[in-house]
């Protein structure tokens, strides 16, 4: 009886419990970093910080936020496929043509500019 009850307070609070995992996984992650700073090399450092970050991971995605994250890139993937990507002479063409329009454009707002200054100067004087 004492198990059920357990069983049913998991899976009412699965995901407060999952985020509890996830916080406390986090703060050890900090003290640990803060007070054994100078009792251990880096390696074991980084050993333990690979443990917790795997650790974090697999809690984090098995939470509803997680599944909907792994959900999203998967759809993006897809999305990604359908596109259809133009090919190394076609955008070698169109980056030519804005190189052009861009040097066209920068040319007439020079004489444009050199114009209004003649005028304003002539009206001045």
Known sequence: MHIHKLY???T??????????ITIIISCM?????????????????IFFIIYS????????????GKQIIIFT??????????????YKETCKTTGMVLLLITLTS?????L??????AISWILT
């Open 8 to 10: 049913n307070i998991y």
């Open 74 to 87: 998967k759809d993006v993937n897809i999305e990604l496929s359908k596109i259809i990507w133009p090919s």
């Open 113 to 118: 500019d050199g114009i209004i200054l003649h």
């Open 107 to 111: 040319i007439f707002l020079w004489m």
């Open 54 to 65: 795997i650790l974090l991971l697999s809690i984090f995605l098995s939470t509803f936020t």
């Open 12 to 21: 009412k609070y699965t995901e407060r419990i999952k985020w509890l995992c």
């Open 30 to 46: 900090i003290l640990n970093y803060i007070f054994f700073i100078h009792q251990y090399s880096k390696n074991i450092k980084i």
